[in-house]
């Protein structure tokens, strides 16, 4: 009941019920549909780029990082084997011959287990067993529902051979599975991709002439429309440097940035990543190196009418960009990524980003390669973030401010996806 007696949002809450306050927030949190803005997953089109089932789960690379540091299988010989024998070794390793506490192991038994699986059991033949027997179509909606998602953003990228094919064929989209375009070998590997560029009737000389940049700039509006991408991404090494006198800087300049403003799309900056730390280990081989803030406030200062995205993966990194949010409101800081996506992580840094930036922010992207992640990974961070909130609403009940159920609603509601579609209108 509202204070003049009508039905409608409960509440107020305030200095005199936070008990009541906590468990308002954390079931507003728990119910709050997700728009995932970041993810590696693809729609059912896309074939076996997507995804899904406890060999995937087990074999994912956070978890083969882990799994090499536990075994001393030969890194050539774990290779060799196929999928479902890796996750056999990785299962022994690290959910049998000792307990599964590192934060990649406990998600893949919290997605077993909202996934109805039981998980005392340690059965992983039953396991798969499940996965094997299910519907597709049916099993996405599932996992959808478990996680409270409203839709993911894919990572589409215009020069994987299996994902273009898809494209060129026609792939009208999916509400669910939307795309951003992802042009990491474009602004980090010119000298090979303009080549592949005048492939497909592009005519991009690989010295950037006035003409080889009206072409880059073709390319990426052909695709922005062909995919109907939300943003623009890449992935950045802890060098990253702007200006700077390179080909990624020039591209930044004379075409990225320009197009990313025509068709009103942000551009989104994942920055921090040292690939192959140890090439012997693969895809779990990348490391993580402190960026450079500074390159991030030059751009949004360059281009105050573009919009910038930003995730940083070094932990060093996270005040410095919070304060850098405050300058910029071209600037959209959002997710606790990779390495970062750890509970104690997660919590810091949310609070941190909460006591600077207020609710302007998007405190968490999934970065799911599995389908089955984005259960744990909400689970998980909806915790988190109701307990981060909680406390910055108590602190505000310590005031004598109150709160209704409805004032929670609506900032959870930003938080968890309106940010985010506010920024792209
Ligand atoms: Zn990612």
């Known amino acids: ?109 919290t997605a077993l287990d909202k996934l109805g699986l039981d998980v005392a059991s340690r059965d992983l033949a039953a396991y798969r067993a499940y996965f094997a027997d299910a519907d597709l179509a049916a099993h996405i909606d599932n996992v959808f529902a478990c996680a409270g998602l409203t839709s993911v953003v894919m990572t589409n990228d215009p020069f994987d051979e299996t994902e273009r094919p898809v494209w060129e064929r026609g792939f009208e989209g999916d509400e669910r599975f939307r795309a951003a375009l992802r042009i990491d070998p474009l602004l980090l590997d010119w000298k090979n991709t303009a080549p ?143 390495f970062l996506n750890d509970p104690s992580l997660i919590e810091e840094i949310t609070r941190m980003r909460l006591e600077l930036l207020g609710l302007s922010v998007l405190p968490q992207h999934s970065d799911a390669r599995v389908l089955e992640q984005v259960v744990y990974k909400w689970s998980h961070s909806r915790t988190i973030i109701a307990k981060v909130l909680a406390d910055k609403y108590a602190d505000l009940a310590g005031t004598g401010w109150t709160i209704d159920e409805a004032e929670i609603e609506r900032d959870v509601a930003r938080l968890f996806g309106g940010n985010f579609w506010n920024f792209i209108a």
């Open 196 to 338: 592949r560029l005048q492939g497909w009737g592009y005519d991009a000389d690989a010295m950037l002439s006035p003409n080889a940049r009206a072409e880059v700039r073709r390319f990426l509006s052909d695709w922005i429309k062909k995919t109907k991408s939300l943003y623009m991404a890449v992935s950045l090494p802890p060098t990253f440097a702007y200006p700077s006198d390179t080909e990624y800087s020039t591209l930044l300049d004379e075409c990225v940035v320009p197009v990313a403003q025509e068709h009103n799309v942000p551009f989104a900056m994942m920055i921090g990543v040292k690939r192959n730390v140890n090439p012997g280990i693969r895809l779990a081989g990348d490391g993580v190196g402190q960026g450079d803030v500074g390159a991030v406030e030059r751009l949004c200062a360059a281009y105050p009418d573009a919009k910038f995205m930003v995730t940083m993966l070094s932990r060093e990194n996270q005040h410095e960009l919070c304060v850098a949010g405050r300058k910029f409101r071209n600037l959209f800081l959002f997710g606790c990524w990779w």
């Open 1 to 109: 009941m509202k204070k003049d007696g009508t039905a409608g949002s409960k509440g107020p809450y305030g200095r005199d019920n936070i008990e009541a306050l906590r468990e308002a927030v954390a079931a507003v949190v728990a119910r709050t549909p997700i728009t995932d803005i970041h993810t590696h997953l693809f729609a059912p089109p896309f074939g076996g780029l997507l995804l899904y089932g406890v060999d995937e789960l087990i074999t994912y690379h956070y978890c083969i990082a882990e799994a090499l540091r536990a075994s001393d299988v030969p890194y050539d010989t774990f290779w060799n084997m196929d999928k479902r024998g890796q996750a056999d070794l990785i299962w022994k390793e690290l959910f049998i011959d000792r307990s599964p506490v590192s934060e990649s192991c406990r998600g893949v038994l």
